[in-house]
């Protein structure tokens, strides 16, 4: 994920609420001289103004070769539509009067046996689908997902000329080779917090309360993703304290689709993926996806989750999005590569630096090198002058020159 090594300067005041760490690392733009005056110049030894640049652009180079050959390792590797096949095949099932939730499956290798996990109300909604020939649906999936990543990468801000080597970020290639819905989530979530960006890189901030589209609209993004991934609640939660009649429309719009298809699956269908549920949370489960609250025995796991969606509904409103991504990832029971795309705003807010390294580790596509990319994230957003004070520390002690023998 490369970004520009220089400094994007805009004119005028940034935008309302926009936070001033996305362009911390860049250097300030010198005062206009007065009338007549001489412009100063930079008076540091050309070494010194290098090393303000150089690490910034080395980083990105590194950046941008470890997504794409991430992008590659993934394309070559990952099983093509997996997370479309399983629904689909889960819905032939159910048509053909068998079990959608194969407790099973909990037992099947990595693949396309691996456990079905959508709510009933989705099962009616695939059945049109498998009357298409499988290529078509395929297509069409693969150009919604992939118009929905360009969507969430345009809408923070990346140019036109990086997104491709954005979308090649593991947390982009395995979502969009693996045809999974959490790319659409992430648009909705993006949609619903930000506004069109301020420049390159540039991600601007959008309180809920100013409204700009209907409130159903805003409802409906928000609480799509807790609809089918029920551990997910934080954007519906930050939106409910924004904005409140927008995030109850749009429980009440799941709410009747749950409603209407509840003659058409049955109850029996909602116990089975409740069972369902419980077996996916079973820690024994080889392939349940990497946590922090994992870590954390009994009831603290679920408290820690639900102490994330609080947060969320505190955090303030010029870093609304970039806090409730950033919780959601830290509080998820599973995470897959995937899942960090909720983390792209708090990177897109942090130091220039920090975002890269960030890059490069959850690049690497290994569950360490995410979970220290995440913190890494985490610390830069949460205690900025703090991580400035240690990067300030640990530069002055590498300049300082050796004392005389």
Known sequence: MAAPTGSSPVAGAPPRGYSDRVVADEPALPAEPAQGAPASRDRRPLSARLT?????????????????????????????????????????RWVGGGEPYLPSS???PEGYGLPFLYPPPVLPFLAPLLALPRGVV?????????GAAVFVTRRL?????????????????EGLVGGNAQVLLVAGFVAV?????????RPVPRDPRDGGRPAIADGVFATITPALKLTQPHAWAAL????????????????????????????????AWIEQLGRAADPAWALRGSSLVQLLPGLLSPAATALTVVLAMLAPTRRLGATAGLLLVLG??????????FLLPAM?????????????????????GMWAGILLVTFAFAAPARLDGIVGAIAGRRGRPASAS
């Open 52 to 92: 303000a640049t150089a690490p910034v652009g080395a980083l990105a180079i590194v950046a941008a070769i470890v997504a794409v050959v991430g992008g590659v390792v993934v394309l070559l590797t990952h099983p093509l539509m997996v997370d479309l096949e399983i629904p689909l095949r889960a819905a032939e």
């Open 106 to 108: 909990f037992s099947a």
């Open 138 to 146: 395929v297509a069409a999936w693969l150009a919604a997902t992939l």
């Open 157 to 173: 801000g990346v140019p036109w000329r990086a997104v491709p080597v954005v979308l090649c970020w593991v947390p982009f290639s």
């Open 193 to 201: 917090f930000f506004d069109t960006p301020a420049g390159p890189w």
């Open 240 to 271: 409910l304290r924004r904005r409140p009649a927008a995030a109850l429309l749009g429980l009440c719009v799941v709410a009747a689709v749950a409603i209407a298809t509840l003659p058409l699956v049955g109850v029996g269908a909602w116990r």
């Open 332 to 341: 998820a029971p599973s995470l897959r590569s995937y899942g960090a795309l």
């Open 348 to 368: 897109l807010a942090v130091r220039r630096d920090v975002a890269l390294v960030a890059v490069i580790l959850i690049g690497t596509g290994v569950m360490a």
